[in-house]
């Protein structure tokens, strides 16, 4: 399990996006750091379904976001995975106000705002309940919701793992590689978990992670070149939400 170790992680995140002219709170560099690392674990959540096979039953989006959650108990210690928790039950708030006057997208491979928002604060606090009831509290999931979460995540984390177990190491590799400019401070936010992912994990077959201009807020894996593209879209696209939640 790691530490919270990168002080400096939280003071380097703003610099390369003009979504944030001015120094922002610990909590807006918290929020955008959570979600770039969320964001990184359902991505490789699709990743390991193409090049593991793993079968999903049901949409592949609802196991990478499930797998996120997974990664997010997993890999920190208490502090740190509750930050970034808080983080992505923020980003799909916040994303559900910014859609609000859209048609849903119910044909969509992706499920609503909402219930993404809803089925994350169900997973994170089912992991641990004991501990994280306030996240019931702060997020108002429901009664009836909440009375499963712990077996919903213990089912959810037994599926993942029957996978993770197949790729788990204790000797650091480098089968996740960054292309990415090493100076540009999002690609440190990245390349820290990428480390990461590394220290707990050998695939098969590599993949690489970029940072990029996509045109488009996005991030997405491609099978064709087993790649995981961040696009710097999303992260102004963070950056502005931050400023539209008043962090």
């Not at 196991?63 to 959650?69: G, I, R």
């Not at 590599?206 to 087993?226: H, K």
Request: glycine fraction near 6%; include cysteine.
């Amino acid at each position: 399990m790691r530490k919270t170790a990168f002080p400096a992680i939280l003071a380097l995140a703003f610099l390369t996006t003009a979504a944030a002219a001015e120094e922002p709170s610990d909590e807006a560099a918290e929020f955008v750091r959570g979600n770039v690392w969320s964001i990184l674990y359902h991505e490789f959540g699709h990743a390991l379904v193409d090049i593991l096979g793993v079968p999903v039953m049901g949409r592949e989006e609802d196991a990478a976001d499930a797998l996120s959650v997974v990664l997010t108990n997993e890999m920190w210690d208490e502090d740190m995975a509750r930050t970034t928790a808080w983080a992505t039950a923020e980003f799909w708030l916040q994303s559900a106000s910014d859609n609000a006057d859209e048609e849903p997208a119910y044909a969509d491979v992706h499920g609503l705002d909402m219930q993404r928002h809803f089925t994350h604060v169900c997973l994170f606090y089912g992991a641990n309940p004991d501990a994280r009831g306030d996240f019931v509290t702060e997020f108002e999931l429901p009664e009836e919701r909440a009375e499963g979460c712990a077996d919903e995540y213990a089912r959810t984390a037994e599926s993942w793992g029957l996978y993770l177990d197949e790729i788990a190491t204790d000797e650091p590799g480098t089968s996740i590689s960054m292309d990415v400019d090493p100076a540009d401070s999002i690609s440190i936010v990245l390349g820290y978990e990428v480390e990461g992912l590394n220290e707990r994990y050998v695939l098969p077959e590599g993949l690489t992670v970029s940072l990029e201009s996509c045109g488009e807020i996005n991030a997405f894996y491609d099978s064709a070149t087993m790649s995981v593209t961040f696009c710097t879209e999303y992260v102004d696209y963070l950056w502005e939400q931050t400023e539209a939640m008043g962090l």
